[in-house]
Nanobody, 125 residues
């Protein structure tokens, strides 16, 4: 079984920064891609960013490109999401996720099997 625990959310003013962390346990972290997704009130969950097992390939939603950076530390079994120049529209619950199989890379949330509990990010104007 895989456990994912997010942290780092909070309240920040527009233009500010936050760094989210997702600590993973339960399997060989270094062989699995990881993704970040978010869900705002009344909206569907959407893709934010993903990173391959070795960190070579990265993908971002157009809405966060140039502002957010995904990274991972396989020695610490942790994936990060650095969020800069935050906007009010970034307000959402942010989730990290992992797929069922190793060496599999997806951008579609439906293909992720394991999810954290989420961390709230609120950006005020």
């Amino acid at each position: 079984q895989v456990q994912l625990v997010e942290s780092g959310g909070g309240l920040v003013q527009a233009g500010g920064s936050l760094r989210l962390s997702c600590a993973a346990s339960g399997r060989t972290f270094s062989t699995y891609a990881m993704g970040w997704f978010r869900q705002a009130p009344g909206k569907e969950r959407e893709f934010v960013s993903a990173i391959t097992w070795g960190g070579v390939r990265l993908n971002y939603a157009d809405s966060v490109k140039g502002r957010f950076t995904i990274s991972r530390d396989n020695a610490k079994n942790t994936v990060y999401l650095q969020m800069n120049s935050l906007k009010v529209e970034d307000t959402a619950v942010y989730y990290c996720a992992a797929p069922e199989s190793s060496y599999s890379y997806y951008l579609d949330s439906r293909l992720y099997r394991y999810w954290g509990q989420g961390t709230q990010v609120t950006v005020s104007s």
